[in-house]
């Protein structure tokens, strides 16, 4: 697998432009182990809005959906412990960059 240096996001696949901020920002939570982006697909329906929504959680973590335009990006982020604090603080960091978060 191949991590970045700079945080502990692996860089398989590229990353949706508008959510490298957060997703830094994201992995930088102490509870955070390892953040890993899937596959970038396209959708049959669009929106302007950038876009975090929670799909569901995992037995290591919770799984993420991207979305900008068309396309979608799922988003695995696998953490220490199944809290709510940490989707309160990925829905904060998400607003702080103006994206919208749907649980």
Known sequence: MKYNRWSNIKQEHHI??????????????????RIIPGRI????????????????????????????WSTVQECFIICTI????????????CITNGIIYKA
């Open 41 to 68: 697909s396209r959708q049959q329906k669009w929106t302007s809005e950038i876009i975090m929504s929670f799909s569901y959680p995992t037995e290591t973590g919770y799984k993420y959906l991207l979305k900008k």
């Open 82 to 93: 199944n809290d709510s604090i940490i989707q309160t603080n990925i829905q904060t960091i």
């Open 16 to 33: 949706l432009p508008d959510f490298i901020k957060p997703l830094k920002q994201i992995s930088q939570i102490s509870w955070i182990i």
